[in-house]
């Protein structure tokens, strides 16, 4: 069956960076893309970027471009979300998903990161 | 960006009546293709979303058949037949057509 499993909570400083892993089984990694989308608290979904699995293209959502970089590695079907400079605004639920043609259908467990002093 | 908006925000509703939530796009959401990329999604509380429906009517499987998508261009419904306690929860509708990809601002479904 499809699984994403994420990374653990996440605890970091202003300034700081973190970058969540989200490892994919159950179908073949490089056939499907990979879109991430956080959820700060009480709020509703964002979509953050998309990662094309069998060629590392990316779209990223204009208001963290410069800040963030998707990448993944094939040889272990796993992506990953790496985000820079924290501000306590990046507070939320970081979830990745599976994409197939224009939808996602499978999404991870979600990874909470909380960026505090 | 295209901007996605729900009506209502909030939906009470008794259990076994039916309910609708409303999504609006700010650009027609037909591709070249042809196809339509318009997504619902249900987040109960405490969980990950989850996939309902996909181009606008395609139910995933193991979703009742309680729940139904419909509409076109940029007007689109989400159609619950009889409310029941398990879908409390919010949805979101999400358009896949233009980057970058955008969703609702959600409608949270409560029982009366």
């Known amino acids: ?117 | 960006d295209v901007v996605m908006t729900q009506s209502p925000v909030s939906l009470p509703v008794t259990l076994g009546q039916p309910a609708s939530i409303s999504c609006r796009s700010s650009q027609n959401l037909v591709y070249t293709d042809g196809n339509t990329y318009l997504n619902w999604f249900q987040q109960r509380p405490g969980q990950s979303p989850r996939r309902l429906i996909y181009k606008v009517s395609n139910r995933d499987s193991g979703v009742p058949d309680r729940f139904s998508g419909s509409g076109s261009g940029t007007d689109f419904t989400l159609k619950i037949s009889r409310v029941e306690a398990e879908d409390v929860g919010v949805y979101y509708c999400m358009q896949a057509k233009n980057w970058p990809w955008t969703f609702g601002q959600g409608t949270k479904v409560e029982i009366k």
Request: proline share 2%.
């Open chain 1, 1 to 117: 069956q499809v699984q994403l499993v994420q990374s653990g909570t996440e605890v970091k400083k202003p300034g700081a960076s973190v970058k969540v892993s989200c490892r994919a089984s159950g179908y073949a990694f490089n056939r499907y893309g990979i879109s991430w989308v956080r959820q700060a608290p009480g709020q509703g979904l964002e979509w953050m970027g998309w990662i094309g699995t069998h060629n590392g293209e990316t779209h990223y959502a204009q208001k963290i471009q410069g800040r963030v970089t998707m990448t993944t590695d094939t040889s272990t079907s796993t992506a990953y979300m790496e985000l820079r400079s924290l501000t306590s605004d990046d507070t939320a639920v970081y979830y990745c998903a599976r994409e197939t043609w224009g939808t996602v259908d499978f999404w991870g467990q979600g990874t909470q990161v909380t960026v505090s002093s």
